[in-house]
């Protein structure tokens, strides 16, 4: 089975910008994930979609954005970059199976605001 | 909110064992994770605890004292591909997983 895959792997992007990064869960999971992992604050959570719905949201202004799709697949978005923005974007996926207790993370991207 | 404690550092030989502690405050508690990232990787899920009591997979344990608000998770027979960090994260009722600052764990020959 193949694993969460996020793309792109690394981005590199200007003050202002806007960027969407993907992630396609394990198939058949249908919870997705997103948290931002930096050195000075961990991983901290951005939010959760279950069945094309956001069920969960962390304290992050309303620049982070994210939606899922019918087969899963998530995006999450940043607008008006800025370069506290800078950090290792992962996404997890969980399904029932475990009772959505053991997350998948993928490999990550690494966003780069300059 | 969350506020998650755990050691920044520890350092043990191989073949010891270490334990790293974890203590918590929460509103409501769903559940406290234990997972290994080795750097540049991502997370690796090691371990979940609901109840009281100690798991046992493998040569990893974790134990979850409620309340305490405490958890350990133990690593027996170090082996220098167990060098990384270990993550603490509890779970509140809303399902929001919040995430300890990491306790690195370097393994010395």
Redesign the interface.
């Known amino acids: 089975k193949a694993g969460v895959t996020q793309t792109p792997r690394y981005l590199i992007k200007t003050r202002g910008q806007q960027v969407t990064l993907s992630c396609s869960p394990i198939s058949g999971h249908r919870s997705v994930?997103w948290?931002q992992q930096t050195p000075g604050q961990?991983?901290?959570?951005l939010f959760?979609y279950f069945s094309e719905t956001q069920?969960?949201k962390?304290n992050f202004p309303g620049r982070f954005s994210g939606r899922q799709f019918s087969n899963s697949r998530s995006e999450m978005n940043v607008s008006t970059l800025e370069l506290g923005d800078s950090a290792l974007y992962?996404c997890a996926s969980s399904s029932e199976m475990t009772g959505?207790?053991?997350?998948?993370?993928?490999?990550?991207t690494r966003l780069t605001v300059l | 909110g969350q506020n998650i404690d755990q050691p920044t550092e520890m350092t043990a030989t191989e073949g010891a064992i270490v334990q790293i502690n974890c203590t918590y405050q929460t509103s409501g508690f769903n559940?406290l994770?234990w997972y290994q990232q080795h750097a540049g990787?991502?997370?690796?899920?090691l371990s979940?605890n609901v109840l009281d009591g100690l798991e046992e997979k493998g040569r990893f344990s974790s134990f979850l004292s409620r309340s305490k608000g405490y958890s350990y998770l133990l690593l027996k027979e170090l082996q220098m591909k167990d060098s990384a960090s270990y993550?603490c994260?509890v779970r509140e009722n809303?399902?929001?997983?919040?995430?300890?600052?990491?306790t690195t764990v370097t393994v010395r020959a």
Do not use: C, H, V
């Open positions: 994930s948290y961990g991983l901290q959570f959760e069920r969960n962390g992962l959505y207790n053991e997350q998948f993370f993928g490999p990550g | 559940g994770f990787e991502a997370p690796t899920f979940y993550l994260a809303d399902y929001k997983l919040s995430f300890g600052a990491g």
